[in-house]
């Protein structure tokens, strides 16, 4: 429709393309003008610049453009994928651009239109509130284009020519048309206002400027509105430089999640192969190690069998020998016993030594071995995504911040739920319970028996501890964080310094600084586990604790670092335990 409709306009010329208008809108380009049909002039502006067309394009998704704009829009683009502004629909080859003249010839009439507004003739019934009429019109009145500040009339082009062609009237004051001429003049010298002063950001006549403001820096009305349009003008272009920035960012966030969904998919079908490459790895193994085995406990069935079977002969050669011995009589007359002795021939034993003969039987002990391989796999998977944390999570326990132990610039939310520093010491009873010296703050509840587990939120904090805490440490005074001191903690520094108080102190590396973490207890197992709850990987863990007391959480939100460590620490509900 649209290819017969620009065939017949540059067919029939500019009135035929009115018309056409007209017919696509439902409105006439003066009513447009007015402003009584913004559907139709919306409908020729570019979403960019947002101005009437110039050099309109089309792309492919069917959305219009200025040519340049759609051009420099895409030029700021890097990734080499272009996409509409508007649908965001994806263009991997860029589209080639070429100016739409219907709409080009239609996007011209229309700015014509709204240029020849101002000249349009108006009727009282048609009176708008924008419309300035001429005073000296007796029929209908017809638009004023100058206003005079001596007269205190308005006049339309034809009334206005008196004032160019009497002497009298040239030095009048011309303006362009408004309405209540008398807010233009001076109410104490009723005189025009023609100046501006910059120090009282007033209106001024000119014997204001030679009284009262006379001393002021004045400028004349035009030259102050000049050098505001100016600001205005600079203002616009920072806005309009604000939303491409902002548009450019739009774009760039869309890619990033674009690209987020890329490699998710990447790692869910790297992760399947991988795991199936180490399950059939392990498989194999298995099936190797169970060959091992059954072939080194053959052999040494074997072996045994032929050490037996050996030994066997040597007893049955010895026992013969023992039959010779056995025929000799041991009477008391030495005489009789030696004289038959030198008879007796026995033959030498042919046998070997087997003191140094043993077999191995450690060689099938390999539960040390095993175990090992299980605790580095699993500690390994863990590290990406334990799947015992739902498990773990079913051990929550409701935590609550004590503040009698909280030191005195700390502040501890009246649920206890939350604790943050503030940005000065205040005066507290120093009880015995209390830290004195360092940012710490226990739990009301201790632990000296089974699992429990609970999430602290530390989001927007550049620095924190938590962990849990012997009941018997040393509160008063500086304190090292340590197992052999009563304390396993993690804590995070400067950001992105991530660290484990172990003894030595273990560096701790994670793909991202955890928004919430949780805590892990096995007290009779001596395992003390930390977590990135929202990625649910493990991001340490102390074993072999040897807990013989009560042990109570501890939370740090560490120094105030001039308000940008201000966020709280906040104990949160458990979620996903069921």
Known sequence: MLIDAERMCKTLGKVTLTLVFIVFHGATLQDMACGSSLEAWENFRCSICLDVFTKPVSIPCGHNFCLTCIKDYWDTNSTGVHCCPLCQEKFYTRPMLRVNTFIAEMAKEVKKSVERKSSIEVTPDQTGIDNVLCDMCKGPKLTAVKSCLVCFMSYCETHLERHFTFSNL?????????????????????????????????????????????????????????????????????????????????????????????????????????????????????????????TRNKKTETETERVIKELEGEILQIKQNNLQLNQVSFNNDAFSFLENFPSLTVAPLQVKDWSDVTFNIDQFAMQDALTKFKTTVMREVRMLCDPDLNEMQQHAVDVTLNPDTAYPSLIVSEDGKQVTTGDKKRNLPNKPQRFDHVLNVLAKEGFSTGKFYYEVQVKDKTQWDLGVASKSINRKGDIRLSPKNGYWTIWLRKGNEFTANDSPAIDLHVSEIPQKVGVFVDYEGGQVSFYDVDTRSCIFSFTGCNFTEEVFPLFSPSAYDGGRNSAPLVITPVKGTS
């Open 170 to 294: 040239r030095k009048h004051k011309l303006i362009p048309p408004v309405h209540n001429l008398e807010s233009r003049m001076c109410k104490k010298h009723d005189e025009p206002l023609e100046l501006f002063c910059k120090v009282d950001n007033m209106f001024a006549c000119m014997s204001c400027e030679n009284s009262e403001h006379k001393s002021h820096e004045m400028v004349s009305m035009e030259e102050e509105a000049e050098m505001r349009k100016a600001q205005v003008g600079e203002k616009r272009k920072d806005m309009d430089e604000k939303i491409q920035a902002r548009q450019q960012k739009i774009y760039e966030i869309q890619n990033s999640v674009e690209a987020s969904k890329n490699n998710a998919v990447k790692a869910l079908s790297y992760s399947t192969q991988v795991m199936t490459a180490v399950v059939d790895y392990v498989k194999r193994s298995q099936a190797e190690l169970v060959k091992v085995i059954l």
